[in-house]
């Protein structure tokens, strides 16, 4: 940190400047000027914070998607698949049993279950054969969307997610003071909140998995050299198989996390794998940290894309993903 | 003197082998005894789709990209001539006359199709599929969501196709001829291509673009060149895909249709020109008369499957198949199987390089 300081002031004052002029806009009542500029405060706000919440699923999503590939090479296209289908099982599940974690934990194991399936029956026969274990997987998706459109049709589902999980929290953020001097304090969905904690957790688990354990010690180290790491005698095909299980499981838990934030219905597989793919090309493939700015600053152009310029919101993002691949064509926190 | 001309090697007529003008005779010929639906929703609709799988063939084949975003710039074309010529939904349509749309749409189609390239150049292999995908995709979202220039999720309807030397063009018989003579002229186009200087360094490139820059060339500009000339194949099958269906909407552009068109020359083969159009005559034909075998709801499902098929057992296609058959066929005779293994454009490679 003070390395930092000393080495780049400038960049160092900007942030800080950065930094200050975002605490002041999130905590002080806009004067009326601000307000005429760039609209309410409390759309900035509710913004911010749907950009956030957003970026933590796209998180979830994406960082199986990373540590897929990081390990094996392989760029799974069937991984909004993986999510649509953690949605519909789960859905069933939690219907069935009335119990909406019952149904986001089967949804997690079935996909992860379906991962590894794949993995040991078709992509253990094809290693290092990048562009036909794509091809494959398109194909997957492929049929997967259909079959599951014949089982679940077109309607669109949507979760019932726990009392406690339902209303809405005042977030300690004052939006205008009224003319009586009450402060009114913006609210916000507790569902939605929680959609983050979990994302934060699922980092910070995984960053523990991958640091601080045995396995993810062998996971780092098949990363950095594949065929080391099988001299050294441990059994790849095993660690493969476990991180395709992960990875795919993770997909079918955002599934249920991201369904109930939203809905789940056809063609929502598409949208979280083209989540997925910026999110990846901008984080850096293989970087599980690079899927968290990458996912963060995703969500963020998303929503503020949505909310200020309506019809060209997708160009943000895609804006963002020519630049990051013009300036780092690795991505930001890619290595190699 | 005159023979002397006629059956010199420097003849591009030469190269062509006699069975091509055979099929050739049967192409032109098809219209005189197909029924119009034949003529126009299977025939012309193949050479289309198989002129866009060509755009990817000829990247994929010659130059080892894999792109998605073909059929999205081929949508672009269509979009454009929507906006620059006329339609009939009232948003846009600023009537130029239709040489000068085609020829900007085309060409803002190749720019869009080069910018694409020079964005996912500098990464390879698998990344290229994943920007790509990304970039359609994103497209297809912008088009859907954007009403002011592309008329959002409705899209375009009433693009026409212009009445010129007194034919209407939209005609099955005409319009079958059209995109005949466009569909054998860029297959000739990038057999050529693949034959000359540029086709052979794109190719060295495909094979080891470390050593390319090595010996000095300019790999990416290689790479740009080849996804601009892919991007004037595309754009013109946009063009025609557009006065085709006479509407354009979002679901023209949507990413079941991308993928369809990786199935499409994959299915039929990234070695040859002539893959995907077998592709895509397959897949039409696939399309219209699955109905009969499967409830029509399920096409997907057999698309994927037939997929997924080639993909494990045939990675060359229908194309790969014909090659590991026809030395079996031939077993009585003795054709030594090297040579009948050997495919088309190693031929043609091997052939040039003696050139050089």
């Known amino acids: 940190m003070k390395q930092f300081i000393e080495r780049h002031t400038f960049w160092a004052v900007m942030i800080m400047i950065a930094v200050i002029v975002f605490a002041w806009a999130l905590f002080a009542v ?45 760029v799974n296209l069937a991984h909004g698949s993986m999510y649509l289908l953690g949605g519909y099982i789960g859905y069933e599940v939690a219907e069935a049993s009335g119990s909406w974690f019952l149904g986001l934990i089967v949804a997690f194991l079935a996909i992860a279950i379906t991962g590894v399936l794949l993995q040991v029956l078709v992509f253990r026969r094809m290693e290092g054969d990048d562009l036909r274990q794509t091809l ?65 957790a699922v980092g910070i688990a995984l960053w523990l998995f991958l640091n601080r354990t045995r396995i993810g010690m062998m996971i780092r180290a ?34 249920v996390i991201g369904g109930t934030a939203l809905s789940i219905a056809p063609g929502e597989d598409v949208r979280y794998l083209l989540a997925s793919l910026i999110v990846v090309i901008v984080g850096g493939l293989g970087s599980v940290p690079g899927a968290a700015i990458g996912a963060l600053l995703i969500g963020l152009a998303e929503q503020f894309g949505l909310a200020y310029f309506p019809t060209y919101g997708v160009v943000l993002t895609f804006i963002i993903m020519v630049v990051v691949l013009a300036v780092r064509p690795q991505g930001i926190m890619g290595g190699r | 003197m005159d023979t002397d001309r006629l059956f010199n090697k420097s003849n591009p007529f030469a190269a062509i082998p006699a069975w ?38 000829m990247l994929a084949g010659y130059g080892g990209m894999v792109s998605l975003a073909q059929l999205t710039v081929a949508g672009l074309a269509g979009y ?40 996912s150049v500098r990464t390879e ?56 003579a466009v569909a054998t002229g860029f297959v000739g186009a990038v057999l050529n291509a693949s034959r000359s200087t540029f086709g052979l360094s794109l190719m060295a490139i495909r094979d080891n673009p470390r050593r390319m820059r090595a010996l000095g060339y300019n790999v990416a500009a290689h790479r740009i060149a080849a996804y601009f000339m892919s991007g004037i194949i595309a754009g013109t099958a946009g063009v025609l895909l557009v006065w085709f269906n006479g509407r354009i909407s979002p679901g023209t552009v949507g990413v079941d249709v991308v993928i369809d068109i990786l199935v ?35 096409f997907n499902t057999v698309i994927g499957l037939a997929f997924l098929l080639v993909v494990i057992f045939s990675p060359d296609g229908i194309l790969g198949l014909w090659k590991r058959l026809r030395p079996k066929l031939r077993l009585g005779k003795s054709v030594p199987s090297a040579a009948a293994g050997t495919t088309p454009t190693d031929s043609h490679v091997s052939e040039s390089v003696k050139e050089v």
């Open chain 2, 264 to 298: 499409i020359a994959v299915v039929g083969g990234l070695r040859h020109p002539i893959g995907p159009f077998l592709g895509a005559i397959a897949f039409v034909l696939l399309e219209n008369f699955a109905i009969d075998l499967i409830d029509r709801e399920r």
């Open chain 2, 125 to 180: 292999g698998i990344y290229t599929i994943m920007i790509t995908l990304a970039i359609a995709v994103a497209f297809f979202y912008f088009v859907r969501q954007n009403y002011t220039l592309f008329n959002g999720f409705t899209g375009f309807a009433g693009v026409e196709p212009p009445t010129l030397f007194g034919i209407y063009w939209r005609d099955p018989v005409p319009f079958y001829y059209l995109s005949l």
């Open chain 2, 80 to 119: 454009l001539m929507a906006i620059l010529g006329d339609n009939s939904v009232g948003v846009m349509g600023l009537g130029w006359p239709w040489w000068l749309a085609v020829i900007v749409s085309v060409f803002a189609a190749a720019i869009f199709s080069a910018f694409i390239g020079a964005i």
């Open chain 1, 136 to 200: 494959i997987t398109i194909g997957i998706s492929i049929i997967a969307a259909d079959l599951m459109l014949a089982v679940w049709t077109g309607t669109t589902y949507q979760f019932d997610p726990p009392e406690w999980l339902y209303g809405a929290v005042n977030l300690p953020i004052i939006s205008v003071i009224k003319s009586s001097g009450d402060a009114v304090y913006i609210k916000y969905p507790m569902y939605r909140l929680s959609v983050l904690v979990v994302a934060i």
């Open chain 2, 20 to 57: 091509s003008w055979i099929i050739g005779l049967l192409l032109i010929l098809y219209p005189s005894f197909a029924s119009d639906f034949f003529t126009y929703q299977i025939g012309a609709y193949s050479l289309l789709l198989g002129t866009v799988a060509l755009s990817l063939m």
């Open chain 1, 222 to 255: 098949g990363v950095n050299d594949r065929e080391m790491l099988s001299a050294s005698g441990v059994n790849v095909q095993l660690v493969f198989a476990l991180v395709f299980g992960i990875g795919a499981g993770l997909a079918g838990f955002a599934g």
């Open chain 1, 30 to 74: 806009w004067p009326e000027w601000l307000i005429d500029a760039i609209g309410r405060k409390k759309t900035f706000v509710n913004t911010l914070f749907n950009g956030i919440t957003l970026g933590g699923l796209y998180f979830i999503v994406a960082s199986g998607f990373t540590l897929v590939f990081g390990l094996m090479r392989n």
